[in-house]
């Protein structure tokens, strides 16, 4: 075994190996307990980034360990290929969005194989490709054909430029993110999946997902956003019309002093007099220009128009005015708000603004007098609200409810916040939505999948889908009767595409049906899923919708996609997020050609968890590089010392050895406990440290090794191999064959440890009360302080002498003592 460490020739060399043996197939029929890794699938950009870096190589780090500790894995890998950077690269450089797709697949490919990524290509999937969209579109129609995709008329945000529905998170300051054209609502006949119907199911069963970050989850239980509340119904003074108005504040209604309706409000023309039309239509006009983000923000200052008309409250007969403000959103409730300024801070600031009255009905207490120069929102007695005064408000937001409804005016409602998700793309590079419209027939589904993309568009035309300029495309005859129809244009949204893509990946040659139900049944739940948290609610909330979905349609039987989650953090250089425009983005190919992949492994692993933001550190790859050189030449200076096949003597050893032999069983837990718990990638690195220095200073002790010396260092550094494999594969597999290793190392067992010598040093713990010394206990040196202190408190002596007495303190000396102050 040659001295020098040349990571280029050995990755080149494994890589290949790998991919000519197949080496990471997975096979179905396997005995073995399954586990399934899945990194979010990339979209083919052109370059991978470090931050695929770092999430590829954490799943796959997990992949590699979950197999040698006994499990069938199933790790693959595909494509979310559809999308608007495809189609603008298109429309930009003359190109054909499907040969800019390829080219970037196959380099980003090439990539992905020079990290050492253990993925089963022969599972590979393109969202793009017609054997995958085609059961893309199949889906779409179970969903039609359950009632769960619908076409309907809704506001949406639409560039003129480029004639498409934008999402919210794609127009900045009003202006398209594209070609910063400026943005308006517009309203067009869309198609809908009813993500709604799902709406409470998808709440409760949050509670199940036990291995997701509460933050995840609190995401999606917000962008649900439950609440009970009421529908208070309110008549018009001047034309008797009726304006239901949902609220979670019921309490409240008798210190309502004016009610707002969105500018999009169905009846706002017939609500709005004649001298206000003109002020109103111009209100409606911007507020068109302006994104719900933008409406909503609690930083803007609110503004509105009245419309000169006036809504009846119905517990007291007053009357008070009607405005129209952009805070009001037609999509959210009912598209109108009641409006209470002495207990809303945005109905104060308002009022204030607008010189409306403030009418105070919730008192702190029944003895503070009423007024004050800002909104009370706090829990307080009822005052001002006739027979309800002197009631907690919170017991009156029933009791007026119940008075509503017993009026005729009012019912009891539960509202979510979610809303139908808008599919509809007016685009070209994404699955055609397979529906046709029939003169005689209506809305008609096409059976005969594919619907292919049309190939002759015209990309240089502006102010138009492409799909619109095909001259083959619109044009068909209607699957039921036969006569003339026309092609639904729209394209669906792609994350559509990716709300099924991991059912796929277990059957993904299946030519008859988008997955075997027995097959997918077997593999899924995925049982680690890793991705960013930018995911957090509009991919994982539309996956977990599709397979509830497709659980009710009898497709498959488990109700929720992914057992468990990592949001791995941001990679971030000089503090800041990795990006072209600052210049201070690394580029992976740059890594690998001076360092080596295990070395760009290695160290996107080392600086910290996960779960947290990673700072780039040009000094930390040297380092890490410097570490495995470290690590190849204590294995090749050793190289003829160790024998394979050799067992540790059986008795006692030399104290010497006997420490190392122990470090070794300590690192084994150490290591196997923080991947399994937590992947704590980070110690697990500083472990392989570690123990490399304790093998390096038993080696330089001792020039002259006898036969037990040798075992022990084989022993040793063979451990050390095989803990190191799963983070810096191509090195481990290498020095696994020179040392004449059968097989390969990733197909070996995970080394197991022996919990007697994995034990640290013992320490004999002293227990005081009140400073006197009532017990020792042997306990381990590594215990935290807390576990020391839990040791002392269930201690039966320490038991026995506190009976009846409270521990109002508890010091601990750490490695020494616990002394448990008690009265």
């Keep these: 075994m040659r001295e020098a460490y040349y990571p280029q020739e050995i990755e080149k060399k494994w890589q290949k190996i790998w991919d000519d043996t197949k080496a990471f197939k997975t096979y179905d029929d396997s005995e073995k307990p399954k586990y399934y890794a899945l990194s979010m699938w990339p979209y083919p950009s052109g370059k991978l980034h470090m931050g695929h870096v770092r999430n590829y190589t954490i799943t796959d780090v997990i992949a590699r360990f979950k197999k ?50 253990s993925y089963d290509w022969d599972r590979e999937i393109t969202a793009c490709k017609p054997d995958y969209y085609k059961w893309t579109q199949w889906l779409f129609l179970q969903f039609y054909k359950k009632g769960l995709a619908y076409k309907k008329e809704a506001a949406v945000n639409w560039c003129e430029e480029c004639a498409t529905v934008l999402a919210n998170e794609q127009v900045i300051d009003g202006k398209c993110w594209r070609c910063e054209n400026l943005v308006e609502k517009k309203y067009l006949s869309q198609w809908f999946l009813k993500i709604t119907d799902y709406a409470e199911a998808l709440l409760e069963d949050l509670d199940k997902l036990t291995g997701w970050g509460d933050n995840v989850k609190t995401m999606q239980a917000n962008w649900i956003g439950k609440s009970h509340g009421a529908v208070l119904k309110f008549k018009t003074a001047e034309q008797d019309i009726e304006i239901p108005v949902y609220t979670t504040r019921p309490d409240t209604a008798f210190g309502i002093t004016y009610l707002v309706v969105a500018p999009e409000y169905k009846d706002i023309e017939l609500l709005t007099t004649d001298e206000n039309k003109a002020a109103v239509e111009e209100y409606r006009a911007n507020a068109r220009k302006m994104t719900e983000i933008e409406r909503l923000s609690t930083e803007r200052t609110k503004t509105g128009v009245p419309l000169g008309t006036h809504a009846v409250n119905p517990f007291t007969g007053e009357k008070f005015p009607l405005w129209t403000a952009d805070y009001a959103l037609a999509e959210y409730g009912t598209g109108a708000v009641m409006a209470v300024p002495a207990h809303d801070t945005r109905d104060y600031e308002f009022a204030i603004k607008y010189n409306l009255p403030i009418k105070e009905v919730i008192a702190p207490s029944s003895l503070q007098p009423c007024g004050r120069s800002e909104a009370y929102a706090e829990p307080g007695i009822m005052v001002n609200s006739g027979k309800f005064n002197g009631m907690p408000n919170e017991d009156a937001k029933k009791a007026i409810t119940e008075a509503a409804v017993n009026g005729g005016f009012g019912e009891f409602k539960t509202q979510y916040r979610l809303r139908d998700w808008l599919i509809s793309r007016q685009r070209y590079w994404g699955a055609p939505i397979p529906i046709v419209y029939c003169e005689k027939c209506g809305i008609v589904p096409e059976e005969n999948l594919p619907v292919l993309l049309p190939e002759d568009v015209n990309f240089e035309t502006t102010g138009v889908s492409p799909v619109l300029t095909s001259k083959t495309f619109i044009n068909t005859v209607c699957p039921c009767c036969g006569g003339p129809a026309k092609r639904e244009t729209d394209t669906m949204d792609t994350f559509v ?135 190849w030449k204590l294995i090749a200076s050793n190289a003829d010392k160790i024998n394979l096949s050799t067992a540790l003597p059986p008795g006692s050893l030399a104290k010497e050895n006997d420490d190392l032999v122990r470090m070794v069983h300590m690192t084994i837990k150490g290591v196997t406990n923080d991947i399994a718990c937590g992947f704590q990638f980070n110690t697990v690195i500083s472990k392989y440290r570690e123990l490399t220095n304790a093998v390096y200073d038993r080696r330089n002790a001792k020039t002259d090794l006898n036969e037990e010396d040798k075992a022990v260092l084989g022993f040793a550094i063979v451990s050390l191999i095989k803990l190191m494999a799963p983070v810096v594969p191509h090195l481990c597999e290498e020095v696994w064959r020179e040392l004449g290793g059968g097989g390969s190392i990733h197909d070996q067992k995970w080394p197991e440890y022996d919990e007697n010598l994995a034990k640290t040093s013992s320490i004999t713990l002293v227990v005081q009360i009140n400073g006197k010394i009532k017990d020792k206990i042997d306990v381990d040196e590594a215990l935290t302080e807390e576990e020391l202190k839990q040791i002392a408190l269930n201690s039966p002596k320490i038991k026995e002498q506190t009976a009846g007495m409270e521990a109002v303190k508890i010091i601990v000396v750490p490695k020494k003592l616990v002394n448990i102050v008690v009265k």
């Design 68 to 117: 040698a500790n006994g499990f069938n894995v199933l790790h693959p890998i595909g494509w979310d290929s559809f999308g608007l950077p495809a189609e603008n690269a298109a429309m930009q450089n003359k190109a054909d969005p499907a040969a800019w797709t390829d080219e970037n697949i196959a380099y980003m490919t090439k990539q992905m194989k020079m990290l050492g990524l």
């Design 497 to 631: 595409c990716s709300s099924w893509y991991y059912l796929r990946f277990a059957d993904p040659k299946n030519s008859e049906k988008p997955f075997d139900r027995e097959i997918v049944n077997k593999w899924l739940p995925v049982d680690q899923y890793v991705g960013g948290i930018e995911h957090a609610i509009l991919h994982l909330l539309y996956s977990r919708f599709f397979t509830k979905a497709l659980r009710d349609m009898g497709l498959l039987d488990f109700d929720e996609p992914f057992a468990n989650l990592l949001t791995q953090g941001m990679v971030l250089k000089d503090g800041s997020k990795m990006s072209k425009s600052k210049g201070n983005t690394v580029d992976p190919d740059e890594i690998f050609e001076n360092y080596g992949a295990d070395t760009a492994r290695l160290f996107i692993l080392s600086d910290s968890p996960p779960a947290r933001d990673f700072d780039w550190s040009d000094a930390g790859v040297e380092g890490c590089y410097k570490f495995l050189n470290r690590v």
